[in-house]
């Protein structure tokens, strides 16, 4: 039990370090040195680095695939479950305004170095257009629910790059507006297209 919670510790804590410094800039010492382990306890549990990297991705598969559930059962209609994914902007605008969106960050960072673990932390994205497709589906876009479910996680990737690069979380609020308005356009369109934000 002792090593099941040391283990989940050095997860967590990568997992923030990753977040907030990048996958590269964190070091075994770092990780260990905020947690307060010795070298000899880290490397019982991690011998690399890209181990704990692939325990980090699949600790948020876990996780997002909860918020995923959770929103499910929250959401009485698809355009209640979107708006969940839309509001996470709102809810984690400081951490977004300082370091970006996690998955986003991560993504890309993998993506630079060419990293084998980037089609791993892929997964989290492909989590999320699955999910949103199925949201647009139901509200009856089954012709273009891939697109839209696209075009939601390009908007929304882009609101979290811009308010970390120009320190803005007065634009995460307007543009989550934008997004709102943009989803509210789905109830009063029957027949038509709606608008591309």
């Known amino acids: 039990m002792a090593n099941k919670l040391t283990r989940d510790r050095i997860v967590d804590k990568a997992d923030q370090l990753f977040y907030e410094q990048g ?3 964190t070091s075994f010492a770092q990780i260990a ?14 011998k690399t680095k890209d181990e704990i990297l692939n325990a980090v991705i699949s600790h948020r598969l876990v996780r997002t695939n909860s918020m995923l559930d959770n929103w499910e059962l929250e959401g009485d209609t698809p355009a209640d479950r979107i708006h969940s994914f839309i509001n996470i902007l709102v809810m984690n605008r400081a951490k977004i305004k300082r370091y970006g969106c996690p998955v ?8 630079k170095l060419d990293h084998p673990a980037r089609s791993h932390a892929n997964e989290l994205l492909t989590l999320f257009r699955t999910w949103l497709r199925r949201q647009f589906e139901q509200l009856g ?16 990737q882009g609101v979290a790059t811009l308010s970390s690069a120009f320190q803005d979380e007065k634009f995460i609020h307007s543009e989550v507006k934008r997004l709102d308005d943009w989803l509210a356009s789905f109830k009063t369109a029957t027949n038509t297209e709606s608008e591309v934000l």
Request: aromatic share 14%; net charge negative.
């Open 141 to 156: 876009r089954s012709d273009d629910a891939d697109e839209l479910a696209m075009h939601l996680l390009a908007f929304s």
């Open 23 to 25: 996958f590269e800039h």
């Open 104 to 111: 986003g960050t991560l993504c890309t960072e993998l993506a």
């Open 33 to 46: 040195g905020a947690l307060g382990i010795s070298r000899g306890n880290f490397y019982y549990h991690f």
